[in-house]
């Protein structure tokens, strides 16, 4: 299998949104565009749990690929973090921003997207069977989560990056703000500038900020959306996992019970 290396002897800067759980599409993926070369980039776009069948294990993934090429003083791995990754965090009682731990519905929201089958992932790894995960109250459901994977969603990934023009967060971001200005609820949770790109993109207009930056998302599981200025390429919806190479716009996708990927055409919306 040959890699995807739009740029041989240039930098690749890939992005890989929404991975929710996919250990086996996330390896297919990383197969092709690993071994980084010296000036490769991958920008992860958070959401490493919930919703797929191994949550634990793509954290296991991340952390290796953390302990190998992050271990320098230019890191070539940047962990976004999403909303699902930071309830992970809260209800644990781990790391606050963004969300308020306090919140009666905290522990719901989490179960009720998806971190019932997580529950259930990290039992089975201690040899439990969980049948009714959503059954378990807060402290019998979080014995289970293992703390290396805490402390890496806690003290590895960040809510917002940037490498030149590019914008790199898991949801929303205020465009006439600067970057360290930004507020993590809207980088993790928010949706309406997916709304606003979408409306301003169907009047055939330009985005204000397109000439400064590219904010490129996740979040919005609709399928790759793009027009200059802002990327979204979450296609969690169509149980795909994407990749994309920004500086060729190529990219690929893996699908449950496949091994090879298949071409992405992207196209502008």
């Not at 399928?223 to 802002?230: E, K």
């Amino acid at each position: 299998m040959s890699f995807f290396r739009p740029n041989p002897h240039g930098q690749n800067l890939y992005v890989i949104p929404d991975v929710h759980g996919c250990s086996g599409q996330l390896l297919n993926i990383l197969k092709r565009i690993t071994p980084l070369k010296k000036n490769d980039l991958i920008f992860f776009l958070g959401d490493f749990c919930d919703r797929g069948n191994d949550s634990p294990g793509v954290l296991d993934i991340c952390i290796k690929l953390h302990k190998k090429y992050n271990n320098k003083a230019d890191k070539q791995i940047y962990f976004i973090r999403g909303n699902h990754d930071q309830l992970l965090l809260s209800i644990c009682g781990r790391d606050y921003i963004g969300f308020d731990p306090n919140l009666p519905s905290a522990y719901s929201i989490f179960i009720n997207n998806g971190g019932d089958l997580t529950i259930q992932q990290y039992f089975a790894r201690k040899g439990v069977e969980i049948k009714k995960p959503k059954e378990l109250t807060i402290d019998r459901a979080i014995s289970c989560i293992e703390t290396a994977h805490l402390d890496f969603l806690q003290k590895e990934t960040q809510t917002v990056a940037q490498i030149d023009k590019y914008i790199f967060c898991h949801a929303g971001y205020e465009v006439d703000k600067l970057i360290d200005e930004q507020d993590n609820n809207i980088l993790m949770w928010d949706r309406s500038l997916y709304q606003t790109v979408k409306s301003i993109a169907a009047q055939g207009k330009s985005l204000h900020w397109a000439d400064k930056m590219t904010i490129v998302t996740g979040h919005n599981y609709d399928g790759v959306f793009f027009t200059p200025g802002y990327i979204m390429c979450d296609a969690s919806m169509y149980n795909k996992l994407i990749v994309i190479e920004l500086n060729s716009m190529t990219a690929f996708s893996s699908s449950p019970g496949h091994d090879r990927l298949v071409k992405y055409h992207l196209k502008e919306s």
